[in-house]
């Protein structure tokens, strides 16, 4: 690595990326952190995106296919001291490796294929930890977007971007769309709005889920509010089969996530025939 090792947490490259942790400057610098081996190394798959890389010696060590990575595609890398590191880093065990990103989100007009089949909505889901863990869930459960709406969490985050493990740079992401608007739009894409509450009437085992579908996920305490649960063709909870009273956001919404991808998939499977 080239350079010499930054050590001062009040240079003008080290406060720069720090004013990042802040929702109006990232906005404002149109960039974002993205800490730790996992998010780097998304980070580096996607061309322009990796802006700057700060490493400690130790990670450097730890991870050079990482740093080499960085250093081959022409973006610029740090080495940092210990005390560096943890004024950039928002845990409090830093891993020694942050990445200076340019924001990914999309328009949602430009963020769905021709024929979408499955997308997910949060609407009033302020945790970023929820809403990483909700992110990471519409990854695996093969979504076509995830919709992060204007009274949602922001998705660049720190937590929120550590806790969807990588999966923010794997699909596209809105963020800002007002929830009407965003109704109005997947149901015109031809997808059917369901909403995910604890108070529907009817659950996963009483709906066809076979067909496009759009989930909108609320807020963790006391999720959907009225004219939201309006917005949606059908109103549809979670069936609790033992005592639990509930699950929390992030469970649920992995369940409904996953349900439509399999009978999505078992569909598309009868279809193709023997």
Known sequence: MAGTE?????????????????????????????????????????????????????????????????????????????????????????????????????PLEEALPAAPSLVAVLAHVRDPGNAGTVLRAADAAGADSVVFTDASVDPYNGKCVRASAGSLFHLPVVIGAPVGAAVRHLRERGLRVLAADGAGERTLDDVDLSGPTAWIFGNEAWGLPDDVLAEADDVVRVPIYGQAESLNLATAAAVCLYSSARAQRLHRGSQAGP
């Open 6 to 106: 930054l050590t001062n947490v009040r240079s003008p490259r080290v406060k720069a990326a720090r004013r990042l942790t802040k929702r109006a400057f990232r906005e404002q610098d149109h960039k974002f952190l993205a800490e730790g081996p996992q998010a780097v190394r998304e980070a580096l798959r996607l061309d322009g995106v990796t802006l700057e890389l700060f490493a400690t010696a130790e990670a450097e060590l730890r991870h050079p296919d990482l740093v080499g990575e960085a250093a081959g595609q022409g973006v610029p890398v740090h080495r940092a001291s210990g005390e560096v590191m943890a004024e950039l880093s928002q845990t409090v065990t830093p891993q020694g490796l942050l990445a200076v990103c340019r924001l990914v989100h999309q």
